[in-house]
């Protein structure tokens, strides 16, 4: 089954403390991307990846760290998360042909204190 | 620079009743056309896309929307909606030039019995 995995689902953590959100697909996609989800705000993109070693900033990257070492594996990285990214953050993940569907995975709901 | 303008925040609507929801982007080139719904809980679903072809296009759950290139519109409408339609439902743009696309902020759609 084709899937986009996203863990933690729910965390909550600390001002300052370090963490990483996992995101995984199976379908051999090479776009990858992170959104976040705000009230009102709708999906603003943080990071996408083109490819393997290949990433990029998207509406909101400050605060967030990215990277791309395997092709199915996008992981989010908050190296000092700040109240403000309390946020639900997804991962979705596209081939390469423009036309196709973006796959979103479940979603992490992540609270700062 | 690319936007996509959703125009009906949150609507209400009684079981039966048609639905509308409007959506217009800003782009200069080609365009794929995407409408994604998210029930409550859940991740982002691809409801319909377009992107050649007869401007009115067919999705899942008795859902259409209509490409007027002329006014950078992509409509979604549904004829008869369901308490089960309760969702957020979101349009977004692409283009042919890349893989990233483009969200609106969303609309909120109530369906009560």
């Known amino acids: 089954e084709a899937q986009v995995t996203q863990n933690p689902r729910y965390l909550i953590t600390v001002t300052g403390k370090k963490l990483t959100v996992t995101c995984s697909q199976n379908?051999?996609?090479?776009?990858m991307s992170w959104y976040r989800q705000d009230p009102g705000l709708g999906l603003r993109q943080i990071y996408y990846?083109?490819?393997?070693?290949?990433?990029d900033k998207g509406d909101v990257p400050e605060g967030y760290k990215v990277s791309r070492k395997e092709k199915r594996n996008f992981p989010l990285i908050l190296e000092s998360p700040s109240p403000n990214q309390t946020s639900l953050y997804f991962c979705?993940?596209?081939?390469?042909?423009?036309?196709?569907?973006?796959?979103f995975g479940e979603g992490s709901r992540l609270t700062v204190l | 620079a690319q936007s996509v303008s959703q125009h009906n925040h949150h609507v209400i609507l009684s079981e039966a009743a048609s639905l509308e929801l409007g959506c217009n982007y800003s782009?200069?080139?080609?365009?794929?056309l995407f409408w994604y719904v998210q029930y409550p809980g859940q991740h982002l679903q691809l409801l319909l896309k377009?992107?050649?072809?007869?401007?009115l296009v067919k999705g899942i759950k008795g859902f259409e929307a209509e490409f007027i290139k002329s006014k950078f519109s992509f409509n979604l409408r549904k004829p008869s909606v369901q308490w089960s339609d309760t969702a957020e439902y979101f349009c977004?743009?692409?283009?042919?030039?890349?893989?990233?696309?483009?969200f609106g902020k969303g609309t909120s759609l109530l369906v009560t019995p």
């Open positions: 979705a993940s596209r081939g390469t042909t423009n036309t196709g569907e973006l796959f």
């Open positions: 379908m051999n996609h090479e776009y």
């Open positions: 990846s083109m490819n393997v070693e290949v990433t």
């Open positions: 782009y200069g080139g080609t365009v794929n």
């Open positions: 377009y992107f050649s072809g007869d401007p």
């Open positions: 977004a743009v692409g283009s042919n030039s890349g893989y990233a696309l483009n």
